[in-house]
T-cell receptor, first 115, second 111 residues
Framework: EAGVAQSPRYKIIEKRQSVAFWCNPISGHATLYWYQQILGQGPKLLIQFQNNGVVDDSQLPKDRFSAERLKGVDSTLKIQPAKLEDSAVYLC?????????????FGPGTRLTVT | GENVEQHPSTLSVQEGDSAVIKCTYSDSASNYFPWYKQELGKRPQLIIDIRSNVGEKKDQRIAVTLNKTAKHFSLHITETQPEDSAVYFCAAGGGADGLTFGKGTHLIIQP
């Protein structure tokens, strides 16, 4: 079974520029999460999708961050415009929807550096 | 929302000794408590999890205990080995919901 795929793996941009990240979850996983992990901290949930609908985006800075999951499979996370404090690893995770099925599997992440 | 506190932030143990990491959570609705291991530059890897209807779970050298009344849960690693060195994160969530993570514990295994 292939794992969660993410691209790019690394990205360096200047502040005020825009950037987009892509995630392909494990096949058959209906739930997809985007987390932000700042250096030295635990991952922080940004947004959760169930199929192509948003379940929770309460911690997403909506003035600059946006995310979509068209057709309930791949997802993109966009930042526009970027700030220095957005430097972090952006992790995508997926889980299979179903009673008692809670395990979340993480992708390798995209390391973003904003200069 | 949920708040997860994790202690200690750094733990150094001799190879072969046991290591214990403790977490507390605030939301009594949380019912799923996973532990992740993250090596430098790598993705978090699920190592063990426990649900609120269970008090203890063990998998070889790793065990997790949960006290719902006190809202705390712990990770126990016995017979530690050099490859156990990593950052460990506890997390709490409501089943299929997104997880709230602790700040992590850097576990160092001294040879």
């Amino acid at each position: 079974e292939a794992g969660v795929a993410q691209s790019p793996r690394y990205k360096i941009i200047e502040k005020r520029q825009s950037v987009a990240f892509w995630c392909n979850p494990i096949s058959g996983h209906a739930t997809l999460y985007w987390y932000q992990q700042i250096l030295g901290q635990g991952p922080k949930l940004l947004i959760q999708f169930q199929n192509n609908g948003v379940v929770d985006d309460s911690q997403l800075p909506k003035d600059r961050f946006s995310a979509e999951r068209l057709k309930g499979v791949d997802s993109t996370l966009k930042i526009q415009p970027a700030k220095l404090e957005d430097s972090a690893v952006y992790l995508c995770a997926s889980s299979r929807m179903g009673t008692g099925t809670y395990e979340q599997y993480f992708g390798p992440g995209t390391r973003l550096t904003v200069t | 929302g949920e708040n997860v506190e994790q202690h200690p932030s750094t733990l150094s143990v001799q190879e072969g000794d046991s290591a214990v990491i403790k977490c507390t959570y605030s939301d009594s609705a949380s019912n799923y408590f996973p532990w992740y291991k993250q090596e430098l530059g790598k993705r978090p890897q699920l190592i063990i999890d426990i649900r609120s209807n269970v008090g203890e779970k063990k998998d070889q050298r790793i065990a997790v205990t949960l006290n719902k009344t006190a809202k705390h849960f712990s990770l126990h690693i016995t017979e530690t080995q050099p490859e156990d060195s990593a950052v460990y994160f506890c997390a709490a969530g409501g089943g299929a919901d997104g997880l709230t993570f602790g700040k992590g514990t850097h576990l160092i295994i001294q040879p």
